[in-house]
């Protein structure tokens, strides 16, 4: 296991020498009908809590979770170096709701601003702003929280945000924002 000081250096020398990602600029439906679909091929069950510990490793991402006092502002932040080879920074104080979200908002930059993309060497913060960090928030939710799972419980008259945190174990925010998302779509 890696020192987090030799981390932290590595981190460094990453930041200046990989590229800041770049956007798709695709809609929030497609970004988010893209996650779902991912979520199908690798988990196969839509109403599934996902345990994004175990997706990150099985596609040959690194997690990392860095002390308060040792994080260097690196904490939320993907290095993605090739195909099946990524590194999360993670701080260690955050909830495990917290970290499920982070870790798949930074999924969502892996696979859309780099693998969809053919871009690597790249590397995204949650410091970032606009529209980047708005196609990797879609991600997460159209990931932690597929289209199909919504659909099924919406023929059930079932779909509440209290569900939706039962169910996946998201926060009321991210609850309430992707049943939103949702229910406009065909708007």
């Not at 000081?5 to 893209?34: A, D, H, M, R």
């Not at 529209?131 to 419980?153: H, N, S, V």
């Amino acid at each position: 296991m890696e020192s987090q000081l030799s981390l932290i250096k590595k981190s460094n020398e990453w930041l200046n020498t990989y590229s800041y990602c770049s956007p798709l600029y695709k809609s929030e439906q497609v970004i988010i009908k893209f996650a779902s679909n991912l979520h199908m091929k690798l988990v196969d069950n839509p109403m599934a809590r996902v345990n994004m510990f175990d997706i990150i490793k099985e596609v040959g991402g690194k997690i990392h979770a860095l002390g308060i006092y040792s994080y260097n502002n690196i904490e939320g932040t993907v290095f993605i170096h090739s195909k099946n080879n990524f590194d999360i920074f993670l701080p260690e104080y955050t909830s495990p709701i917290r970290d499920m979200y982070t870790l798949a908002h930074e999924f969502g930059h892996y696979m859309l601003h780099a693998v969809v993309k053919q871009k690597f060497k790249v590397w995204a913060s949650k410091h970032g702003k606009g529209q980047l960090e708005k196609e990797a928030d879609y991600f997460a939710m159209g990931f932690l929280i597929p289209e199909r799972a919504l659909d099924d419980l919406s023929e059930q008259d079932k779909l509440t945000p209290e569900l939706i945190i039962d169910v996946f174990g998201v926060s009321s925010h991210i609850a309430k924002v992707r049943l939103d998302i949702y229910k406009n779509k065909s708007l």
